[in-house]
């Protein structure tokens, strides 16, 4: 069976699932010119692919002080606490590097409300490209690894929020419906300004809703809304892929 929504590569377990999230990153990385933009999802379905990345040998042959990374989500809180994406990425990966360090870009968040955070990162970003528009024939992101929800979210993109699904212009939005906390989110048009969008997608808990996404019957939630410019493609482990494992 062939996806109607890009490609999908699935893995048997967790030790298969972490080491081909690894070697994506890896090999994009080593290919790449002088600029190299990583987006990275939370929660805790990557956390194994970044810790993977923090030993050999990813971690002697990535350039990582070439690397600038940049959240997809994060939620409104410091970013030393354990709800923080940021915090998770330090613990799985940066603070492991030994010698040459990436140049991170997290959320702002003391002293400032939600809005004013989604804003500055916004101009973060606009920084980190170079412009205030994007352009087609220069993505945003070399690869952006991005998480999908069983209800379909990815990011902090929710089902049934317009403001945030049909944004055209801003590259950043607060997101203060639909979660228990307020969350800063990357919109679609920085999203899908990517040469490689991977969905990291495990368990059994994910089977129905990737089903539906890659049979072409769901075709509405965030995450089957995203259309990147580059590559997409669906990492999944068996529990997650259902039959698209045969």
Known sequence: MKPVLGEILVVPDAEAFAEAGAKLFADAAMVAPDRFVAGLAGGSTPKSLYERLAVAPYRQQIR??????????????????????????????????????????????????????????????????????????????????????????????????????????????????????????????????????????????????LDRILSGEEREVPAARLRPQGRLLWLADRAAAGRWAD
Request: proline residues 7%; negative net charge; charged residues 30%.
């Open 64 to 209: 990582w002080s070439a690397i600038d990374f940049v959240l997809g989500d994060e939620r409104f809180v410091s970013p030393d606490d354990d709800d923080s994406n940021l915090h998770m990425v330090r613990n799985s990966l940066f603070d492991r590097l030994d010698h040459e360090k990436p140049r991170i870009h997290p959320v702002p968040f003391e002293g400032l409300t939600v809005n004013e955070a989604a804003i500055a990162y916004e101009k973060t970003l606009k920084s980190l490209y170079g412009s205030e528009s994007l352009a087609p024939d220069r993505k945003f992101f070399d690869i952006c690894f991005l998480g999908m929800g069983d209800d379909g979210h990815t990011a902090s993109l929710l089902p049934g929020q317009p403001k945030l699904l049909d944004e055209k212009k801003r590259w950043v939005l607060p997101v203060t419906e639909g979660r228990p906390e307020s969350r800063v989110t990357l919109t679609y048009p920085v999203l899908e300004s990517a040469e490689l969008v991977v969905f990291v997608v495990s368990g059994g808990g994910k089977r129905a809703m």
